[in-house]
T-cell receptor, first 114, second 115 residues
């Protein structure tokens, strides 16, 4: 069964605007972690932000924030004040305690327009 | 600190040939991962090491893929013989530990083309 679902194959945003990238997940574990990674055209995976299932506050890292809605099993990434350099592929991933494998979604290609 | 190093960056081989990839993790990172990323998809874990022991190789096609991590530091991933469907980017990652919240640091990847 698909563990991580990213329903937006591509997203477009104007420079300086905010954008939300969707991620839903499926797990029966009570303890798990959610990650977002950025993959530019160069290919390297860059860690952006982490949210633990027991964290009461939404995670934030600079212009990145994670909108965590546990009951809905969603972990959307919000990028504020988009920059041209934000154009990249974005992956949502989950790690369950029952197995330590990091499972990735299919990704969302974000394009920031000037 | 130095990041995860991988070589080669690119490799083109013919089907049925063999190929090997090398990875040097971040110093002090006990956990090492090899992922396969087919074009247009998210990375898929092939094998995970904790020091020099295998933690998870359930998605490794063991009839043709093998990996080792001697002395708990560097690792090599080998494909023998290669098939057309092995064309992908092979990513190596490392982390301090295996727990839920440990961030994985990725290398630049090796892009393999099998013709």
């Amino acid at each position: 069964a698909q563990k991580i679902t990213q329903t937006q194959p591509g997203m477009f945003v104007q420079e300086k605007e905010a954008v939300t990238l969707d991620c839903t997940y499926d797990t029966s574990d009570q303890s798990y972690g959610l990650f977002w990674y950025k993959q530019p055209s160069s290919g390297e995976m860059i860690f952006l932000i982490y949210q633990g299932s027991y964290d009461e506050q939404n995670a934030t890292e600079g212009r990145y924030s994670l909108n965590f809605q546990k009951a809905r099993k969603s972990a959307n990434l919000v990028i504020s004040a988009s920059q041209l350099g934000d154009s990249a592929m974005y992956f949502c991933a989950m790690r369950e305690t029952s197995g330590s494998r990091l499972t990735f979604g299919e990704g969302t290609q974000l394009t920031v327009n000037p | 600190e130095a990041g995860v190093a991988q070589s080669p960056r690119y490799k083109i081989i013919e089907k049925r040939q063999s190929v090997a990839f090398w990875c040097n993790p971040i110093s002090g990172h006990a956990t090492l991962y090899w992922y396969q990323q087919i074009l247009g998809q998210g990375p898929k874990l092939l094998i995970q090491f904790q020091n020099n022991g295998v933690v998870d190789d359930s998605q490794l096609p063991k009839d043709r893929f093998s990996a080792e991590r001697l002395k708990g530091v560097d690792s090599t991933l080998k494909i023998q013989p290669a098939k057309l469907e092995d064309s992908a980017v092979y990513l190596c990652a490392s982390s301090l530990g295996q727990g839920v919240g440990y961030e994985q640091y990725f290398g630049p990847g090796t892009r393999l083309t099998v013709t």
